[in-house]
């Protein structure tokens, strides 16, 4: 914790930011003027697991798409898994987890796309020392318009994916508990097909760029936010990745099993969060290792650091290349993200592919039914990182609990540890430059987070970044 | 020289229904739908995003409706001039910025209006609309109706953002 403990109390988060929402960063000197602590403030929702209460457990997975508009699909199927548990079906027929899954992959491909086309390709592109007003997706439309295309369409395909097995983009009802309520035609089936390859080539240039940027500035990368963490994921039985169903793996930052195939119910035996006085948002960390060592990473990196080996040929390859750059061992470079992100990118189109090619999506058992239990808990891995849903029902069918950790949540200490990084490399004297909000955005970015939860109305999404010194004066304030 | 009817319209009813008045636009976006001249498309999201921009290239104009947190009660109606605006998140893009992407991108000059309605609460959960919102909701209804039926896009401008 930063000396002046009693000043960081006095730091505000203005609740109408739930309104129009921004990334708020805190900068907080010492005496010789490094930078002690960074603060990262993401205005999270309090009062969603009330919502949830009271309602009977049927409605939950489409209500808890009302959490975020950016990623109602995990949400959605985080709470059908959960909520599958709850009428005691363990095992969906083929045809409802394929469904899913080509949901779930629908959902990341589109995600992981918009982010790399539209707000990681200008920092790859033209380097993050570019002027802000070139270095964004006007710079791309302009310079690669081919690229600019490339995003939009594959978001579009994603959204397709989606469409079709979830239903309506704003009250998806495709999963619900114990199964799924349709399958896919085969009219569906091969308008999906239709762009498929299209699909692949475009995933596997992304995944070049990200590639061959990393590799060519891997001595910058390597020092720019970066710092040693722990890694968790779900994983399959195997170790292979799987975003959608799996177990707990947490690795240290050599590499080392803190722990592995944790069943998900227990993650409450593994997993705790803190709460820090001036942050809405808790801190979650690895209970063996206590809150100061515990905390890990989550997302696209964490999730190729954990994976033994990734189960479709093209990902699997890429994957191979990106632990060679570390020997194997866990990369903790904060904007390997990218790279990270592509080799899913990737691993998504190729389980979209053979999904599409699996009768059992046309098959018509569709739900189970079993023997009504009082608790459940589910984890995906959605495109930000590990979400954790938790409910418990009672016997009026009603929800009396439920606990939702969130991915951005999940990565709260690593931002703010990746901002500080940045923050003390690059802050000159007692100002905001450009340079340094530059900066601090692209850390931020690497991780891809989740600001605009819940709600948006009309209004820009600015970065204001404060600096305040070691008496809790401010020093100076920018805002984007 | 009277304006061409434009033939190809999206409706965009965007907003989050559990956000109390954020869900506005897709209520709105719900009625509409059943009622709907058939060259007149109508969507609903979360929020808008950059794939939309491929939907209203393919259109002559493009509504979005909007929950709004302050300007004219109970609604107005404003043209959208498309610009190159950048956020620094990521996950929604501006009326503005989605006509810029429209224009440069797909090369299409498609038109587009704000409709937004004014709401009053937006800081809880909830799945219902604030009693005022609800009246500005049937006004901004009747008002676009009637739109749908003339097509008159820019005698129709109304009120203020402000």
Redesign the interface.
């Known amino acids: 914790m930063a000396q002046t403990t009693e000043k960081l109390n006095r730091v505000a988060i203005e609740p109408v930011t739930r309104v129009e929402g921004h990334g708020k960063v805190t900068l907080l000197l010492d005496d010789k003027n490094h930078v002690k602590q960074a603060r990262f403030h993401i205005v999270e929702f309090r009062g969603f697991e009330r919502f949830i209460q009271g309602r009977p457990y049927w409605e939950v997975p489409v209500i808890v798409q009302r959490l975020c508009g950016i990623c109602p699909v995990s949400h959605h199927l985080a709470a059908a898994k959960a909520m599958d548990v709850i009428v005691g079906v363990d095992e969906l027929t083929p045809t409802a987890e394929k469904m899913r899954r080509l949901m779930h992959y629908g959902q990341t491909f589109q995600s992981h796309a918009l982010h790399f086309f539209h707000l990681c390709s200008p920092d790859i592109l033209f380097g993050f020392d570019a002027d802000p007003q070139i270095r964004n997706v006007i710079g791309v439309i302009q310079q690669h318009k081919d690229l600019a295309v490339q995003g939009v369409m594959m978001r579009k395909y994603g959204q397709e994916v989606i469409k079709r097995t979830a239903g309506k983009k704003i009250h998806g009802t495709g999963a619900i508990p114990g199964g799924i309520n349709k399958n896919l035609t085969i009219q569906e089936r091969d308008e999906l097909l239709q762009d498929l390859a299209q699909m692949k080539e475009w995933a596997q240039g992304a995944l070049k760029l990200a590639k061959d940027y990393t590799v060519e500035n891997l001595d910058r990368l390597a020092d720019f936010g970066s710092f040693p963490s722990n890694h968790l994921s779900i994983v399959r039985e195997d170790g292979a990745m799987d975003l959608y169903n799996g177990k707990l793996r947490a690795l240290d930052p050599a590499g080392g099993t803190i722990f592995d195939q944790v069943e998900v119910p227990r993650y409450i035996d593994y997993i705790a969060e803190e709460v820090r006085p001036w942050s809405y948002m808790k801190f979650p960390f690895i209970k063996s290792l206590g809150p100061e060592n515990g905390w890990y990473r989550v997302g696209p990196l964490a999730r190729v650091n954990t994976a033994s080996f990734i189960d479709t040929p093209l990902a699997e390859e890429a994957r191979r290349e990106f632990k060679a750059v570390t020997d194997d061992k866990p990369n903790n470079i904060t904007l390997a993200y990218h790279w990270a992100r592509m080799i899913e990118l990737v691993h998504c189109i190729e389980k979209i592919d053979e999904l599409l090619h699996d009768d059992d999506l046309q098959g018509t058992d569709l739900v189970r039914t079993g023997e009504r239990r009082s608790e459940g808990v589910a984890i995906i891995e959605a495109p930000r990182g590990t979400l954790f849903h938790h409910y418990k029902v009672d016997g009026n069918d009603q929800v009396v609990m439920a606990n939702l950790i969130v991915s951005t949540t999940n990565n709260n200490e690593p931002m703010n540890q990746a901002v500080r990084k940045v923050a003390d490399q690059y802050l000159d004297g007692h100002k905001i430059t450009e340079g340094l909000l530059n900066h601090i955005e692209v850390a931020i970015r690497a991780y891809d987070p989740c600001l605009s939860c819940a709600t948006h109305a009309l209004g820009r999404m600015p970065l204001m970044v404060q600096l305040f010194d070691s008496q809790g004066n401010l020093l100076d304030r920018q805002t984007r | 020289m009277s304006e061409p009817v434009l033939r190809r319209v999206l409706v965009i009813g965007?907003?989050?229904?559990?956000?109390l008045d954020?869900g506005l636009g897709?209520a709105l976006a719900q009625r509409l739908a059943a009622t709907a001249p058939p060259d007149v498309t109508v969507?609903?999201?979360?929020?808008l995003?950059?794939?939309d921009?491929?939907a209203i290239a393919e259109h002559d104009v493009v509504v979005f409706v909007?929950?709004?947190?302050k300007g004219t009660e109970p609604f107005y109606f404003r043209p959208v001039t498309p610009s190159?605006?950048?956020?620094?998140?990521?996950?929604?893009i501006?009326p503005a910025s989605l006509l810029?992407?429209v224009r440069?991108?797909f090369r299409r000059d498609t038109r587009g209006y704000?409709l937004?309605i004014r709401?009053y609460e937006?800081?809880?959960?909830?799945?219902r609309l604030s009693p005022r919102a609800a009246v500005n909701l049937e006004r901004a209804r009747d008002f676009l109706d009637r739109l749908l039926r003339e097509r008159d896009f820019a005698a129709a401008v109304t009120g203020s953002?402000e």
Not at chain 2, 122 to 127: L, V
């Open positions: 965007y907003g989050n229904p559990g956000r954020d897709p969507d609903a999201d979360y929020q995003t950059v794939e921009a491929a909007d929950a709004a947190v190159a605006e950048v956020s620094f998140t990521s996950h929604s501006s810029g992407l440069d991108v704000v937004g709401g937006f800081n809880e959960f909830g799945e953002d």
